[in-house]
T-cell receptor, first 120, second 109 residues
Framework: DTGVSQNPRHKITKRGQNVTFRCDPISEHNRLYWYRQTLGQGPEFLTYFQNEAQLEKSRLLSDRFSAERPKGSFSTLEIQRTEQGDSAMYLC??????????????????FGPGTRLTVL | GENVEQHPSTLSVQEGDSAVIKCTYSDSASNYFPWYKQELGKGPQLIIDIRSNVGEKKDQRIAVTLNKTAKHFSLHITETQPEDSAVYFCAARKNKLIFGTGTRLQVFP
């Protein structure tokens, strides 16, 4: 399968615990995005990477959230001290993009199946 | 801030009829407008997109129109089929994608 993959698909945790999600993008894509989607809403942008550099973070990304893409391939999203309000679907997407700075690329973002997080 | 409004939230049509979903965006600098289809338990899948220098684009039964002056764009699905049933999201982008709240489309046989 050459699409975007995410693991785990489902995670149930108790409030206060830390969780980590993984995203494997399409291999030749240099851009990787994280979104959060709550029930009945569209995806909300959290952050994105170009190669290993984290270029933008949303105000939604509190200091309990951290994302990494250490080698410019897979990415992890960690949530520390989870709260019930963190319950959502966490989506990852990847795309081709400009390898240097400047205007954004129009290239299509391919989404993974998401990780559904439930915080009890 | 940047905002995308989407209507209707639910839409039910008979198989073979047309379906239209409308979106309005707030940031006049937005220059790319994709539409995504999301089925239960899956991530969004791009079905069609349009750039700000184009007014209309068609791909088989699906078409998108863009009115930059009014900051409106619409998705048109003709000859709907039961497998078109899903949630559809519009989005607008200047630097990052801002999604609408989605339209649940049900196509009845």
């Amino acid at each position: 399968d050459t699409g975007v993959s995410q693991n785990p698909r489902h995670k149930i945790t108790k409030r206060g615990q830390n969780v980590t999600f993984r995203c494997d993008p399409i291999s030749e894509h240099n851009r990787l995005y994280w979104y959060r989607q709550t029930l009945g809403q569209g995806p909300e942008f959290l952050t994105y990477f170009q190669n290993e550099a984290q270029l933008e973070k949303s105000r939604l990304l509190s200091d309990r959230f951290s994302a990494e893409r250490p080698k410019g391939s897979f990415s992890t999203l960690e949530i520390q001290r989870t709260e019930q309000g963190d319950s959502a679907m966490y989506l990852c997407a990847s795309s081709l993009g400009a390898s240097s700075g400047g205007s954004s690329s129009y290239n299509e973002q391919f989404f993974g199946p998401g990780t559904r997080l439930t915080v009890l | 801030g940047e905002n995308v409004e989407q209507h209707p939230s639910t839409l039910s049509v008979q198989e073979g009829d047309s379906a239209v979903i409308k979106c309005t965006y707030s940031d006049s600098a937005s220059n790319y407008f994709p539409w995504y289809k999301q089925e239960l338990g899956k991530g969004p899948q791009l079905i069609i997109d349009i750039r700000s220098n184009v007014g209309e684009k068609k791909d088989q039964r699906i078409a998108v129109t863009l009115n930059k002056t009014a900051k409106h764009f619409s998705l048109h699905i003709t000859e709907t089929q039961p497998e078109d049933s899903a949630v559809y999201f519009c989005a607008a982008r200047k630097n990052k994608l801002i999604f609408g709240t989605g339209t649940r489309l049900q196509v009845f046989p």
